[in-house]
């Protein structure tokens, strides 16, 4: 008689390869936002937290165009990148 391993039948397989999705959260505050930062005189003294499908950046914004924006150390991010953007503080002289 040969030995047999036991196994329990009711355990099963574990699948170990992560799936994972991005999905892109569409935020209409992005042109509201970028409107109120550049409204003022002095946009480069707003702070502002930039998330990107990529990165993410705390910064302050100096100049804007129809595709992206330029930050005070010379990054140019598309707007069509950006999937939120949030000022977190103005500072005023």
Known sequence: MK?????NKEIKPIDHNKK???IKTVNTNITDTLNEIFKNK???NIKVH???INTSLDTYLV???NNS???LH???IKIEDIISIEIIKKDFF
Do not use: A, G, M, V
């Open 3 to 7: 030995p047999s391993i036991f196994k």
């Open 20 to 22: 994972s999705t991005y």
């Open 42 to 44: 002095y946009p480069f």
């Open 50 to 52: 930039i998330q990107t």
């Open 63 to 65: 100049s804007r165009d």
């Open 69 to 71: 924006i330029k930050t």
């Open 74 to 76: 010379d990054e140019i």
